[in-house]
């Protein structure tokens, strides 16, 4: 292993998630900031969501109503990847990438990226949910990395995650024939009698199978919390639906090499529904366009 420690990743196989510190140096998560806060100031000269991802739909996602030029409230930024050179490097290269070659490599690629952003008093709790059902590979080696922009704790919209649910069902995010986003509740409160509340300092990365439970509080504090959010995969697993994200850089090797094998494991689920709007939450809420 180049970067985690032997015990990071027994811990990873065995809750599903780990939280390592100091996944960014200190210059590259100032820039990353800095990159944010420039785009919070373009945010003032927007009514209505705004800029272009490939397929069209918005970049910037803004919360409305709520979001004013005195008041910008800027929720989302969509493959941030493509934009900006800062989130360029902590996506691609560095330590995360290298964590999550130990994880599930030797070879990984890039799937999609997010900014999402949860401001002071702002109702953005995500619900239940695994994050395998929205994004379908022929395998199940998947990690999200979730690098903390800010420090998050407890008042301030920290994850919850079911440690040790990856190694249980996957939870159907249907109800009959509805796509909500949102993990079967059956299942969910077994995750709710394992769920512990990450805490995360700012610089810190969560790294979480791809098939664990987890979920989102609401901030309720006074502190905003961003997380920059990548999801990779071996680099052996295809998609087997759309990107919910479409990104240029889909398919980038990230470690390793191309090796244009797949490899299939056995499970069964109902295909998810692409978000209209960019984001899951919309679906989550019953918002989505
Ligand atoms: O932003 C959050 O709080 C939750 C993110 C999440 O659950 C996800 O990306 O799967």
Redesign the pocket.
């Given at each position: 292993m180049r970067t985690l420690a032997r015990d990071e990743f027994d811990a990873f196989w065995r809750d599903g998630a780990i939280v390592v510190n100091d996944a960014v140096t200190p210059d590259q998560l100032g820039s990353m900031c800095q990159e944010f806060d420039r785009w919070v100031e373009e945010s003032r000269s927007h009514s209505t969501n705004y800029g272009e991802m490939i397929d069209g739909r918005p970049r910037f996602d803004l919360q409305l109503p709520g979001h004013t030029a005195e008041m910008p409230v800027l929720r989302r930024v969509n493959s941030p990847t493509e934009v900006s050179e800062n989130y360029f490097a902590g996506a691609m290269k560095g330590r995360i990438p290298e964590m999550v070659a130990d994880l599930i490599g030797p070879n990984v690629k890039f799937h999609h990226s997010k900014i999402?952003a949860?401001h002071p008093g702002s109702a953005t709790a995500?619900q239940w949910?695994q994050?395998f059902p929205f994004t379908p590979h022929t395998n199940s080696d998947l990690v999200?990395a979730?690098l903390a922009l800010d420090d998050v704790g407890n008042e301030n919209?920290p994850?919850i995650v079911g440690m040790g649910s990856h190694l249980g069902p996957l939870a159907s995010i249907w109800k009959g024939e509805t796509f909500t986003g949102i993990a079967d509740a059956e299942i969910s409160r077994g995750w709710e009698h394992s769920a512990s509340t990450l805490a995360m300092p700012a610089g810190s990365v969560c790294l979480m199978h791809t098939c664990v439970g987890?979920c989102?509080a609401a901030n309720i504090g006074k502190r905003p919390r961003r997380?920059f959010?990548v999801v990779y995969s071996a680099e052996d697993a295809i998609p087997l639906s759309p990107n919910p994200l479409p990104s240029k850089h889909e398919g980038m090797i990230v470690s390793g090499h191309k090796t244009g094998r797949v490899r299939s494991s056995a499970f069964d689920l109902k295909l998810p529904e692409r978000p209209k709007t960019g984001s899951f939450f919309n679906q989550q809420t019953g918002y989505d366009g």
């Open positions: 999402n949860k995500v949910h994050d999200t979730l919209g994850l987890h989102s997380l959010i």
